[in-house]
């Protein structure tokens, strides 16, 4: 589900699963879109979104929730001056603290936060008639909270009602696997499940458990200083025959409103520039990077309910 309506899955093509456009890091309390201006976000983003179009990627997932500066129509003048498939999410991000959860999702119940996103999807964002593609959370590191509890029993009901992917920033092992029993318990299949920033949990035996278990590995940091560790982690999947759990991303751009003309903006073509060539000098064949870069993406967003 695209900013500018449904794409067959099979039209995804190369797809980048996890970056950004605009991410304000003001806090839900002070948040709204007076704080930025839509068509010069547009103006500083458009050269590196053509970018990534020229290098062939189809489908551009962004991953900035609401209360961090989720602009769908911005997303969706996007789209339309470059050509790209570009999704959006519902959800709330717990991380850091909750600073980006509105004061009145820590008094509703799961079943109220789900209602309020499985509306999103039914009748879009606000008034703008555009539909989230997928699920997107936040949590903290250690064990869950309360809170970050709650956020992943939402998703799992809004998954149940509409086939949404949930993509949680997660990091490291501990609250991934809390997560995923938690969907189980609500009876979601760990297909349903995208472990982001996965990149962040040293222990090479979790990705490969978390992985058979059937939740999506996502390794969504890449830059030009860190391939080695990303060719490490893509390889320790590979020898354990889970290619087909991964998806790889930047987690680059974006306009900063705090910043001075939004700071500095990070391109998103390191993937395509380095990461693949070195794949291919490693003996990964045409169809273990079209598995990457284009079949995961494709079963991962595509909107089915999955069952545990
Ligand atoms: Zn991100």
């Known amino acids: 589900m695209t900013v500018k309506g449904p794409v067959p899955s099979s039209e995804m093509g190369i797809s980048l699963t996890h970056e950004h456009i605009l991410v304000d890091f003001i806090g839900a309390d002070s948040i709204n879109s007076d704080r930025w201006e839509r068509s010069v976000v547009a103006e500083k983003a458009f050269p590196h979104l053509k970018q990534v179009k020229d290098l062939g990627i189809v489908t551009f997932i962004d991953c900035t929730p609401d209360f961090l500066g989720r602009d769908p129509l911005l997303l969706q003048k996007l789209s339309e001056s470059t050509g790209l498939n570009i999704i959006t999410n519902t959800g709330y991000y717990g991380a850091r603290n909750c600073k980006f959860i509105p004061g009145y999702a820590f008094e509703e119940s799961a079943d109220q936060l789900s209602d309020r996103w499985i509306k999103e999807w039914e009748e879009g964002i606000d008034d703008t008639k555009i539909r989230p593609g997928f699920i997107k959370i936040g949590v903290d590191e250690g064990n869950l909270s309360e809170m970050h509890q709650k956020l992943i029993m939402a998703a799992a009901k809004t998954h149940l009602q509409t086939g949404l992917i949930i993509a949680s920033h997660t990091g490291s092992a501990v609250p991934a696997f809390e997560q995923i029993e938690i969907l189980k318990k609500e009876g979601v299949s760990p297909e349903a499940f995208i472990w982001v920033h996965a990149q962040a949990e040293k222990d090479p035996a979790s990705h490969i458990k978390a992985a058979r278990s059937g939740s999506w590995i996502s390794l969504d940091g890449i830059n030009e200083n ?83």
Not at 233 to 253: F, M, P, Q, Y
Not at 264 to 283: F, I, Q
């Open 226 to 308: 860190n391939i080695q560790d990303y060719l490490k982690l893509i390889n320790n999947l590979k020898e354990n025959g889970l290619l087909s759990r991964v998806l790889l991303s930047h987690d680059a751009g974006w306009y900063d409103p705090g910043k001075e003309a939004g700071g500095e903006y990070r391109g998103y073509t390191t993937l395509s520039d380095k990461l693949v060539p070195m794949l291919r000098s490693e003996n990964y064949s045409e169809k273990d990077i079209e598995q990457l870069l284009i079949i995961n993406p494709s079963r991962a967003f595509m909107i089915r309910i999955r069952k545990n």
